[in-house]
């Protein structure tokens, strides 16, 4: 197991730590919605996530950018704009 | 007929605050007579503003023109259309897109020449909240608006509320804690509420400094907990209200020396509305909302609330303290809070065991639930040939996302003490080794 992780796995996986969620981190469709009939995360879901997001990547979520809508639509969304806008 | 008046506050005191921009009560009330003129005929209305001040604006004008607003926290198309058919909805105001099976309407107003503020009776069906329950059903209750006057004046007495202060809320409007606290206490009450939906640790700092002292922030647990471990730059607050889940000491004793305010808590619940409330670091007696009556029993307590036609039952156990306060020792066993959300223990294991391949399951609450925000429900499963992640990818369907375990225990059979009872404790212990 040398190879890097895609940074889509990453997430994944900081997101199954931080949330302690059954579902393996490989196994979370990164085009399915993370909320509602999807993962079936909820707001205190996404909190955590942000405290995560803020503590590993160095910025801070906000609700103008549009929170449940195009952030948290999938995994790649959400890896997209960590990715965007990360200072670490 | 008694009726009370849209609003308590004088002509000239700021309502809200729209960014930097002041409303005032005199622009508010020439903005519901517009707005109200323009609103379909038939009611009931399904508000689902994200913007507070239009979330008010609407309700206003709907309660004007005696429409009943449907408050509904949660902005999913498939839960609004379903509380929309079953109370036979009108029409709805929203400020988000959502595409529904009736009108909606941006209740956006230029404000009209005249501005009257219209008595309403006190006994009028004002708003319905709904419980979610452990299926995710909506379960009605109905508010007179006679009762939503009066806690919003409890609430400005119990908090000290004066004019000029700026509240923050953190709540949706459609949540009863958010709408008595961010939208009926600057009706009625006193303070100037503030317009945006936020959320983030760092919407909420950028929101507060932008926002004249005095300062109450009308928050959660866990946005509590969130904006301390964020560490963002807070201004100055005077005070700092806590609802939905019980709040620790810790936490509050960390707020109060962060932040230099008072942190309070209310206790409540969607049928009853707030009924009492403590400064968290003073002690575990609550002090009962004025006008609120407790009744409390060996094995169950109730609350007579200003303007509810019936007292209404109550989910904790109570006991008296000292000096008319009360302390909660605990929930009656089988009920628990989630996220905000109440389910029954046997009715989520019955959800359970109607999974095909469950043989054998129950839902167990961890023993800090009532003090972690963060704390989630385990349960224990006997289903050979299922993965736990299978058990809760069926679960999903079923129940509301608060409720989903974690973790799932895969057990050959449930431990069962010498009485052949399912030992909670032993699943306990598996779930929570870690």
């Known amino acids: 197991m040398t190879t890097t992780l895609s940074f889509e796995a990453e997430v994944a996986r900081l997101i199954v730590e931080a949330l302690h969620l059954e579902t393996p981190p490989e196994a979370i469709d990164p085009e399915a919605p993370l909320f509602g009939e999807g993962l079936g995360l909820d707001s205190i879901d996404a909190l955590e996530i942000a405290l995560a997001v803020s503590r590993r990547y160095g910025f801070q979520l906000r609700s103008d950018d549009e929170r449940n809508h195009r952030i948290f639509a999938s995994l790649r969304a959400l890896a997209a704009h960590i990715g965007a806008h990360r200072t670490a | ?434």
Request: glycine share 10%; proline share 9%.
């Open chain 2, 1 to 434: 007929m008694p009726g009370l008046p849209l609003t308590s506050r004088g002509l000239e005191e700021v309502l809200f605050r729209r960014g930097a921009a002041p409303v005032t009560v005199a622009r508010f009330l020439a903005e519901v007579a517009a707005l109200a003129a323009r609103l379909p005929a038939e009611g009931p209305v399904l508000n689902f503003c994200a913007d507070r001040y239009l979330a008010l604006l609407g309700f206003a004008a709907a309660l004007s023109r005696g429409h009943v607003t449907l408050l509904s926290a949660d902005r999913t198309p498939q839960r609004l259309a379903e509380i929309a058919q079953r109370h036979g909805a009108g029409y709805a105001l929203s400020d988000v897109a959502v595409a529904l099976p009736l009108p909606v309407l941006r209740p956006d107003a230029m404000p009209g020449e005249n501005a009257p503020n219209p008595m309403i009776p006190a006994e009028a069906v004002a708003a319905i909240a709904f419980t979610s329950g452990s299926t995710g059903e909506p379960q009605p209750h109905a508010k007179p608006w006679g009762a939503l006057v009066a806690g919003a004046r409890g609430a400005a007495e119990t908090f000290g509320v004066t004019g000029g202060t700026s509240i923050l809320g953190t709540v949706p409007a459609q949540h009863m804690y958010g709408f008595e606290t961010t939208v009926m206490l600057p009706l009625q009450g006193a303070g100037a509420g503030h317009a945006g939906d936020v959320f983030y640790p760092q919407d909420i700092a950028a929101a507060l400094a932008a926002l004249p002292a005095p300062r109450l922030l009308v928050t959660t647990p866990l946005q509590l907990r969130a904006l301390l471990r964020s560490a963002v730059a807070m201004p100055a607050l005077d005070g700092i209200v806590s609802a939905t889940a019980p709040l620790s000491d810790a936490l509050a004793a960390e707020a109060e020396a962060a932040w230099g305010a008072p942190v309070r808590e209310i206790y409540g619940a969607t049928e009853a509305g707030s009924i009492a409330s403590r400064r968290t670091l003073a002690g575990p007696g609550w002090t009962p909302y004025p006008g609120t009556t407790f009744t409390i029993g060996e094995d169950s307590a109730s609350v007579t609330v200003p303007g509810l036609p019936a007292p209404v039952p109550l989910s904790d156990r109570l006991v008296w303290d000292s000096e008319g306060c009360f302390r909660l020792e605990g929930r009656l066993a089988d009920m628990v809070k989630v996220a905000g959300k109440r389910a029954s223990l046997a009715g989520l294991a019955r959800i359970l065991t109607g999974i095909a391949g469950v043989e054998d399951g129950v839902f167990v609450a961890p023993d800090d639930l009532d003090a972690n925000p963060q704390a989630r429900l385990a349960a224990a499963v006997v289903a050979p040939g299922l993965s736990a992640d299978a058990i809760v990818a069926a679960l999903r369907e079923r129940v509301e996302p608060a409720f989903l375990p974690r973790p799932v225990v895969m057990l050959p059979a449930l431990p069962r003490d010498t009485m052949g009872k399912v030992s909670r404790n032993a699943i306990a212990a598996l779930a929570w080794r870690r």
